[in-house]
């Protein structure tokens, strides 16, 4: 007896290898893929500028990255509540000095144009398509800061308009990579401040863009993170308590996922090893000074040389030093 539907969906005919590089730009769930595979040894840049959750703020930081020079003449830099901020930018990339903030700035779109320029895959995730205008400025902003309400416009955005925005982009990111593919997915965290309404509004908003997009650049890929979440786990039991955002379980099953339809089988099957020595370095022992920990520590790095020479150009360093040092 079947209790539930399994979402069938035909993997990616482009697959990644650990050898590939990945810019991953978005919501929160891009952020958790994104994690995964630098845990696992992949070259990926994990949204340089922090969370980005609506289209057009994640379109204008890949523009950024594209063409670094240009933030020079944005004037999104304002001092609120003690610190510099960034219109274009999330929370977490804020100071207290202006010209130490212009130069973090500066440096995060160098070290993006670098990736985005040799990058296989670009992993993009929207969150939601509710934007906040500046009525100021005229500008949509990718965080408000804890700036007054007052100052802003929410509004809807039209799928017409993303589209054409993202067809303009993808032109663009094209002609310096022309390479590179892009795996799109829309997050299955609900937000729920607009209300469970205005939510699926929003998701609706997304699925028609990124349907017209496919349609116009179909050796891009789309990927069900929301689907699988949504359709297939489809129980609260896989969300936190707020019941917004989705279990570490049903992250890891997504993930499963994406190694299933995303990644090539030679690295897929080198992936456990890797996992095995990161659930390693968790290891905090009562009694470093035993014989037995010497032993575990000189197992993982045994393992460790035994990988390096498996999959040549990855950097253990880090692990090597760690059980080196503990």
């Not at 020079?69 to 202006?98: A, C, R, Y």
């Not at 160098?110 to 995730?125: D, R």
């Not at 589209?163 to 299955?188: C, G, R």
């Amino acid at each position: 007896m079947q209790f539930k539907l399994t979402y069938q969906f035909e993997p990616n005919p482009s697959t990644l290898q650990l050898s590939d590089s990945v810019l991953a730009i978005g919501s929160c769930f891009a952020q958790n893929i994104g994690e995964l595979l630098v845990q696992h040894k992949f070259n990926a840049l994990i949204n340089p500028s922090g969370i980005l959750f609506n289209p057009m703020s994640i379109s204008q930081n890949l523009r950024n990255y594209l063409h670094p020079e240009d933030f020079e003449k944005s004037n999104s830099l304002f001092f609120h509540q003690e610190l510099w901020h960034s219109w274009q930018h999330h929370g977490k990339i804020s100071g207290s000095n202006e010209l130490e903030l212009k130069q973090e700035i500066d440096s995060i779109h160098a070290s993006a144009n670098e990736q985005l320029k040799k990058a296989k895959f670009l992993i993009i995730t929207w969150g939601s398509a509710f934007v906040y205008e500046h009525k100021e400025l005229k500008k949509v902003v990718a965080n408000c800061h804890k700036v007054p309400n007052t100052q802003f416009h929410k509004r809807l955005l039209e799928p017409k308009e993303i589209v054409e925005d993202y067809i303009k982009l993808i032109h663009q990111i094209e002609a310096i990579n022309p390479h590179i593919q892009v795996i799109w997915s829309i997050s299955p965290v609900k937000y729920l401040r607009d209300g469970l309404h205005q939510n699926n509004l929003s998701k609706s908003v997304l699925f028609l863009a990124l349907n017209q997009l496919l349609q116009e650049f179909p050796k891009h890929y789309y990927f069900p993170a929301f689907e699988l979440v949504q359709d297939e786990l489809r129980d609260y039991r896989f969300y936190e308590a707020d019941f917004a955002h989705p279990t570490q379980q049903a992250i890891q099953y997504v993930w499963e996922q994406f190694v299933i339809h995303c990644i090539h089988s030679g690295a897929a099957d080198i992936l456990p090893k890797i996992a095995e020595i990161a659930q390693a370095m968790q290891h905090r022992p009562l009694h470093p000074e035993t014989e037995a920990f010497q032993k575990f520590r000189l197992v993982q790095t045994e393992k460790i040389k035994k990988l390096q020479q498996e999959i040549p150009g990855i950097n253990w360093e880090k692990e090597l030093h760690f059980f080196a040092k503990t």
